[in-house]
């Protein structure tokens, strides 16, 4: 262990707690002493709260009335590396510390002690072997032998627990107790990867050489090229040098097919960190990633704040993908979090897409990144081939979305037994439901968002809140008896015209809310993917790194969604999401084939789209922002006001705008306050300010300044949105 500062017993010292204080407050050192960045209990009135040693007391109080730490915590201190980058971050997003120190705390059970848990080893060999007991101890020939608990041999044998524990009470197991936390599987860089193609393997030398140091390289490749492959030699090289790997991928519920990639290529799975995991994996990860038990982690944007011992390597993967930007809680960017993490502990970062951020790219123009591009497809020549099918003029009967020349080309690929997939950006049954007696349309109660039919969970639901209602069999407004009735389409109401059109086809829907678990997802993506569909339908859930390899045809129900949103990023969003979408197709030996149902085929994103000019499409979308000071040209940051009451929240709103003098100073324009686009969410109203300044300009200190001592009315709540992604 390095030598940090020590503060022997009695001696007084400053901790930073998770508690909602915007101070540190000051302990005296416990018997045994305690380290700069100990994870500490402390008594906080009659509590006992979490916290880490932070630095000298502030000294405000003599030292005989400091209350002592009541217990240092069996984890190693928190490094200096993370420490900074937690002050760092929390200045970037103006985010108070002790929250910062509650994201990097986010472990379940850090209080307590080692503890122990029931394992099993094989015993005697059965009397009576059953096809069950055998897969069990098969799985402990799989595992070398080594002791498992029952999770894990349920897991992986497919059998109940009883199976388990019989076997045990018949002596064909042994049970005996291991110390919790144990360090992950130790994973094998020099295993053998796949072979790389030429252009892979230069990529691969040239992320093997900038190992090691701080430095960012987009790695761009469309769908199939196979940045993955490439960003894993990546993290060999980051494990032979002795280094951890964090991966952090958008949707974590759908990364099996990585695990098992990483699986293959290593000899073992890596250490995972998601809202999914359990607590004690939680808990186990956390603890390896402090003690370095764990070589590499594959996580969700909250990996970011795990207290790696020493870690070398961050993926970004699909950095494009707005899961990364959290808009709830502390207001971050996964992205650029990943790079200020990186540039406090020497760590190399990739951002890995096939339709990188526009600010990603301009990085990589102006040099401030790296940029490694990889053309091919692997082992297909070609990306798809891309057609608008231009619905202008075309008369499709009522309630249908699929034009003929699309069913044709489902036809063919049901005849050739290939799959199709019909690409639709709407959960539910109908974005809209109105009266026709009156048009009526639902709105849910506490937000300003209409409700959305899903007929699957036959309730109506509001996508804000997640606020659900009966389906009414008669207008709330007018009464009349069975006048409701849906307007558009969502995936569920395409399902209905799949299945009317094409009776026999085996159909799958691939909705987030059409399933109960991530493991639920996960076992439907593996059956359709061997082939268990003939006709995809789905959300833009599909738009992810999935392999199907049978798929040869996209179908973009409705390519003009998200061309009029108004937004500033929803060219750019539309781009990607086609592109990711029309990815799918083809991506083996089989040529695929997009088609965009459009009713603007002249528009320049469709055309973009269609050309497969992904240059053209930046540069334009650059020049655009660049004219309107808009990031990545300039810089934004957005407020939010909520409150129960509309009239405290805009009189919060009034008073910022009155005294924007510290914005002013640095030239910076405000703009509200204004009713946010979702005006009440949760029964709280929502008002927005904007605030809008040049990109070198110190905007986080203007902002603290101008919200220095500022009292909100009633029980208004004011968040800040560094870089705001979404709008809403
Ligand atoms: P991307 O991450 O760019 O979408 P992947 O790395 O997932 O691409 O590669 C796409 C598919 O091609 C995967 O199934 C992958 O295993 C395969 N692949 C890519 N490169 C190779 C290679 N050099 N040898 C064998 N298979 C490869
Ligand atoms: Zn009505
Ligand atoms: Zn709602």
């Known amino acids: 262990m390095l030598a940090q500062p020590h503060f022997p017993a009695g001696q007084p010292l400053a901790v930073l707690t998770t508690q909602p204080l915007d101070r540190l407050l000051d302990y005296r050192a416990p018997e045994g002493g305690a380290r ?45 590396e993370l420490r900074s980058f937690l002050t760092k971050a929390a200045e970037y997003t103006l985010t108070p510390l002790s929250l910062m120190l509650f994201m990097a705390t986010r472990a379940p059970g850090l209080f307590n002690g080692p503890q122990t848990v029931k394992v099993f080893l094989p015993g005697e060999p059965p009397v009576r072997m059953t096809e069950a007991r055998k897969r069990v101890l098969d799985v402990f ?40 936390d144990q360090p992950y599987p130790p994973l094998d860089p020099a295993r053998a990867g796949k072979v790389l193609s030429e252009d892979q393997a230069a990529a691969a030398e040239v992320l093997k050489s900038r190992a090691d140091a701080f ?61 999914g995991a359990t607590m004690t994996e939680r808990r186990r990860l956390w603890r390896m990633a402090a003690e370095g038990g764990v070589q590499m ?38 992205r650029d979090m990943a790079v200020l993490r990186a540039s406090q502990c020497q760590a190399q970062v990739v951002l890995a897409s096939a339709t990188p951020s526009l600010e990603s790219w301009v990085n990589a123009e102006t040099g401030k990144y790296e940029r490694l591009d990889l053309h091919a497809r692997f082992g297909v020549a070609e990306l798809p081939e891309m057609r ?22 489902v036809d063919q690929r049901i005849e050739a037994k290939e799959q199709s997939l019909l690409f639709l950006n709407r959960r539910g049954y109908a974005p809209v439901t109105t009266c026709r007696a009156c048009g009526h ?97 789905g959300t833009q859930l599909v738009a992810k790194g999935h392999n199907f390899p049978l798929l040869t045809l996209v179908g973009v129900i409705d390519a003009d969604l998200g061309l009029h949103g108004g937004d500033l990023r929803a060219a750019e969003r539309t781009f990607q999401l086609i592109r990711q979408v029309a990815g799918r197709a083809g991506r083996h030996d089989r040529p695929g084939l997009a088609l965009l149902q459009t009713h603007q085929p002249d528009h320049p994103v469709i055309q973009a789209i269609l050309k497969g000019d992904d240059e053209g499409f930046w540069k334009a979308e650059a020049a655009e922002r660049q004219a309107l000071g808009m990031p990545p040209y300039g810089r934004l940051a957005g ?84 870089d705001p992604q979404n709008f809403w």
Request: hydrophobic share 40%.
């Open 36 to 80: 700069l960045g100990d994870f500490v209990e402390v008594p906080l009135g009659p509590r006992k709260v979490l916290g880490c040693v932070w630095g000298q007391a502030e000294g405000n109080f003599p030292v005989e009335k400091l209350r002592p730490v009541s217990r240092v915590l069996d984890v190693p201190p928190m490094r200096d």
């Open 215 to 275: 430095g960012v390289t987009l790695l761009k490749g469309v769908t199939g090229s196979g940045k993955t492959e490439v960003y894993l030699e990546a993290v060999a090289e980051c494990l032979r040098k002795g280094r951890q790997a964090l991966v952090l991928l958008p949707e974590i519920g759908l990364t099996e097919g990585f695990l098992e990639r990483v699986e293959a290529r290593f000899g073992h799975r890596p250490g995972e960190w998601h809202s």
């Open 441 to 537: 349309q639902i709105q849910c109660e506490h937000c300003d968002s209409r409700m959305v039919e899903h007929r699957f969970h036959n309730r109506l639901m509001c996508h804000q809140c997640g606020a659900t209602a009966p389906i009414p069999t008669a207008c709330p407004e007018c009464k009349t008896e069975g006048s409701m009735h849906p307007i558009g389409p969502g995936v569920e109401r395409l399902e209905e015209e799949v299945r009317a059109t094409w009776p026999d086809a085996r159909v799958a829907v691939l909705s987030s809310d059409l399933f109960g678990s991530a493991r639920a997802l996960k076992e439907q993506i593996a059956e359709i993917a061997a082939g268990g569909a003939d006709i995809v339908i």
């Open 141 to 180: 020939d799989a595992y070398g032998g080594a002791a498992l608990t029952v999770g894990e041999i349920t897991r992986a044998a497919g059998v109940t627990g009883s199976v388990v524990h019989t076997l045990a009470a018949q002596g064909g197991l042994i049970e005996t107790e291991a110390a919790k």
């Open 639 to 722: 407020i939010i006001l909520t409150s129960t009451s509309v009239e405290h929240a805009f009189e919060a709103g009034n008073l910022l705008a009155q005294n924007a003098d510290p914005l002013f100073a640095i030239g910076a324009q405000l703009f509200g306050p204004a009713p946010a686009p979702i005006a009440r969410v949760r029964g709280r109203h929502r008002v927005r300010l904007l605030i809008k300044a040049a990109k070198g300009a110190p905007l986080q200190g203007a902002i603290r300044r101008w919200l220095a001592g500022l009292k909100l009315p009633g029980d208004t709540r004011l968040a800040v949105d560094i």
């Open 388 to 409: 608008a099918l231009d619905l202008r003029g075309q008369k499709l009967p009522h309630g249908t979305w699929i034009a003929p020349a699309l069913k044709a080309e």
């Open 297 to 334: 982690v594959v996580g969700a944007r909250s990996a970011l704040f795990l207290p790696y011992r020493d870690l070398g390597l961050i993926i970004v993967d699909e950095e494009h993908d707005g899961s990364y930007k959290q808009d709830e809680g502390v207001h971050y960017n996964a």
